[in-house]
Structure formats: C-alpha cells, structure tokens
C-alpha cells in the first residue's frame, strides 16, 4: 500500500489488509535504528500518525514523499543476517547477482530457475532482491530501479561495470 503523505492513511484498511507490516518510502526503510522493525496490526491512527512523523524525520532529505506499508515476513537468518540476493537485470539478461545482507558463504543460494523467471520486467535496468524465508522458501522482496539500486556489500564494482560492457557492447 502506498499513500502520499499528505493523505491520511487509511488505518483500518491496513487492519484488515496485514497482520504485520513495514513502514517505508519508496526507497528504503529505517532498518538497523531504533524504528521499529515491523508494526502487528491492529494499529491507531494517532499512534501510527506519530510513528509515521518519526519515520519523515529519521529519513531527512531523503524522504522519497510517500509511505509504503508492505506485508512483514520472517526471514531466515543466519547468526545476525537474513539470507537476501540483490540481482541486476540489464536489457533481459541477469547482469549480476550478488549477497545483500553480509551472510555468510555457507548460507543457500537463490535458485537459479527463481532467478532466471524476472529477467522479462518492462525496463531495461532493473534490480530484484530475493530473500529466503524462515521456512526455507524464497520470495521476491523488492524491485528498484537499477540507476538508484546500490550494488551489493561486497559486490566487485569492477567486474559489474566489465560485465554490464559486454551486454551494452553486444547489442550493437
């Protein structure tokens, strides 16, 4: 659900719509400070109008303008880290796919068949993140678009630049 902030959020349709959900902008959450991480339904408006304020003033300049309310999960974690693969997609082709959450190298990977399924979206540069649910299962948590989308902690600039060459290069 996404609401511009001058609208009021309708709260009891978020009550009927999750039982937890996340606050964020259109780019990112407040995840590792002290703003909550997932909010059980259900909710008051004026309780929820103060958090929504805190989230506005915690994001500063880089509130994006608009709430989005997305269904919480519980994600697999490993020690401290959740499972998640962020993959770059360029003109239809996975141009990168790298782990997005500092895991560890023994955690699963993200089948490639799931992969390989969101290499057709209507844009030329896109990103996908993946995360493994508690249960094991996997699912698509976010796209973005790939001019914003940072890379992956870790990931090899180099390499992603060398490989986004050779697709660009290809075509032409």
Known sequence: MSFPRDMLVDWAAVNKTFLRFLVKDFVKSEKGTDFPAFFSTPVDSDTMEKHIANFIEMRGS?????????EYVDLKRYND????YRAFYLRGQLLSLCRNSNQPESCNTVPMDFVNKFNCLTSNYYTVDFAELADGNWIVIETGDG???GLSPGQWEFKY???MRAILHKDT
Do not use: F, H
Not at 62 to 70: N, Q, R
């Open 62 to 70: 880089l509130y994006t303008g608009d709430i989005v309310l997305k």
């Open 81 to 84: 880290a959740t499972n998640e």
């Open 147 to 149: 001019q914003v989308s």
């Open 161 to 163: 630049y060398d490989d």
